[in-house]
Protein backbone atom coordinates (compact mmCIF):
# COMPACT_ATOMS: atom_id res chain seq x y z
CA UNK A 1 0.00 0.00 0.00
CA UNK A 2 1.20 3.48 -0.40
CA UNK A 3 0.39 6.72 1.39
CA UNK A 4 0.40 10.05 -0.30
CA UNK A 5 0.28 13.33 1.71
CA UNK A 6 -0.25 16.88 -0.68
CA UNK A 7 0.75 20.00 1.01
CA UNK A 8 1.32 23.18 -0.34
CA UNK A 9 -2.19 24.38 -1.89
CA UNK A 10 -3.81 28.03 -0.49
CA UNK A 11 -5.30 30.93 -1.70
CA UNK A 12 -3.13 33.06 -4.27
CA UNK A 13 -4.10 35.72 -6.60
CA UNK A 14 -4.39 35.35 -10.56
CA UNK A 15 -0.68 35.35 -12.06
CA UNK A 16 0.86 33.94 -8.47
CA UNK A 17 2.39 31.10 -8.15
CA UNK A 18 2.32 27.85 -5.96
CA UNK A 19 4.28 24.60 -5.52
CA UNK A 20 2.53 21.44 -4.23
CA UNK A 21 4.15 18.82 -3.07
CA UNK A 22 3.57 15.06 -2.23
CA UNK A 23 5.18 13.14 0.22
CA UNK A 24 4.64 9.21 -0.28
CA UNK A 25 5.21 6.21 1.51
CA UNK A 26 4.69 2.67 2.19
CA UNK A 27 6.46 1.54 -1.04
CA UNK A 28 9.41 2.03 -3.17
CA UNK A 29 9.09 5.36 -4.31
CA UNK A 30 11.58 4.83 -7.12
CA UNK A 31 9.38 2.12 -9.04
CA UNK A 32 6.38 4.31 -9.09
CA UNK A 33 4.95 7.00 -12.04
CA UNK A 34 3.27 10.01 -10.29
CA UNK A 35 0.84 12.24 -11.54
CA UNK A 36 -1.55 15.10 -10.58
CA UNK A 37 -5.00 15.34 -11.11
CA UNK A 38 -7.23 18.15 -10.26
CA UNK A 39 -11.10 18.52 -9.53
CA UNK A 40 -12.86 21.83 -10.16
CA UNK A 41 -16.40 22.97 -8.92
CA UNK A 42 -18.85 20.99 -11.18
CA UNK A 43 -16.67 19.60 -13.67
CA UNK A 44 -14.88 16.58 -13.93
CA UNK A 45 -11.68 15.32 -12.55
CA UNK A 46 -8.89 15.84 -15.21
CA UNK A 47 -5.40 14.75 -15.72
CA UNK A 48 -2.80 17.84 -15.01
CA UNK A 49 1.04 15.91 -15.51
CA UNK A 50 2.76 12.71 -14.87
CA UNK A 51 6.17 12.29 -14.25
CA UNK A 52 7.70 8.78 -15.30
CA UNK A 53 9.20 6.11 -12.40
CA UNK A 54 12.79 7.90 -13.52
CA UNK A 55 12.03 11.53 -13.68
CA UNK A 56 13.37 11.56 -17.32
CA UNK A 57 10.07 11.86 -18.70
CA UNK A 58 6.99 14.45 -17.95
CA UNK A 59 3.32 14.89 -19.83
CA UNK A 60 0.69 17.70 -19.22
CA UNK A 61 -2.16 18.48 -20.00
CA UNK A 62 -2.46 21.29 -22.84
CA UNK A 63 -3.77 23.96 -20.53
CA UNK A 64 -0.77 24.37 -18.05
CA UNK A 65 1.83 23.08 -20.58
CA UNK A 66 4.56 25.80 -20.50
CA UNK A 67 2.86 26.97 -16.84
CA UNK A 68 3.51 23.37 -14.26
CA UNK A 69 6.55 21.98 -14.06
CA UNK A 70 6.28 18.15 -12.36
CA UNK A 71 9.21 17.00 -11.17
CA UNK A 72 10.58 14.24 -8.20
CA UNK A 73 12.90 13.93 -5.92
CA UNK A 74 13.32 9.84 -5.51
CA UNK A 75 15.68 10.57 -2.16
CA UNK A 76 13.03 11.91 -0.68
CA UNK A 77 10.01 10.14 -2.03
CA UNK A 78 8.17 13.66 -2.73
CA UNK A 79 6.83 14.40 -6.06
CA UNK A 80 6.12 18.34 -6.50
CA UNK A 81 3.98 20.40 -8.89
CA UNK A 82 5.84 23.97 -9.68
CA UNK A 83 2.06 26.20 -10.53
CA UNK A 84 3.00 29.10 -12.27
CA UNK A 85 1.17 32.22 -13.70
CA UNK A 86 -1.79 30.66 -12.22
CA UNK A 87 -5.22 31.48 -13.35
CA UNK A 88 -8.75 31.77 -11.79
CA UNK A 89 -9.37 28.36 -13.99
CA UNK A 90 -7.10 26.44 -12.49
CA UNK A 91 -8.92 26.85 -9.29
CA UNK A 92 -9.29 23.11 -8.29
CA UNK A 93 -8.64 20.17 -5.37
CA UNK A 94 -5.73 18.96 -6.39
CA UNK A 95 -4.41 15.14 -5.97
CA UNK A 96 -1.53 13.27 -5.90
CA UNK A 97 -1.39 9.88 -7.42
CA UNK A 98 0.77 6.42 -7.94
CA UNK A 99 0.56 3.78 -9.93
CA UNK A 100 3.26 0.57 -9.45
CA UNK A 101 4.09 0.67 -13.10
CA UNK A 102 7.22 3.14 -14.12
CA UNK A 103 5.27 4.73 -17.50
CA UNK A 104 2.30 7.36 -18.29
CA UNK A 105 -1.22 5.99 -18.35
CA UNK A 106 -4.16 8.53 -19.16
CA UNK A 107 -7.10 7.33 -17.46
CA UNK A 108 -7.70 8.32 -13.71
CA UNK A 109 -8.47 4.40 -13.20
CA UNK A 110 -4.80 3.57 -13.82
CA UNK A 111 -3.45 5.25 -10.61
CA UNK A 112 -4.36 2.96 -7.63
CA UNK A 113 -3.14 5.25 -5.07
CA UNK A 114 -4.87 8.43 -4.12
CA UNK A 115 -3.86 11.30 -1.54
CA UNK A 116 -6.56 13.46 0.14
CA UNK A 117 -6.06 16.50 -2.15
CA UNK A 118 -5.32 20.10 -1.44
CA UNK A 119 -7.38 22.91 -2.60
CA UNK A 120 -5.69 25.87 -4.69
CA UNK A 121 -7.86 28.73 -5.22
CA UNK A 122 -6.67 31.77 -7.48
CA UNK A 123 -8.65 35.06 -7.14
CA UNK A 124 -9.22 37.45 -10.24
Known amino acids: QVQLVESGGGLVQDGGSLRLSCAAS????????MAWFRQAPGKEREFVAHVSASGLTTRYVESVKGRFTISRDNTKNTVYLQMNSLKPEDTAVYYC?????????????????WGQGTQVTVSS
Open 97 to 113: VARSRAVYAAPEGAYAH
Open 26 to 33: GRTFSSLS
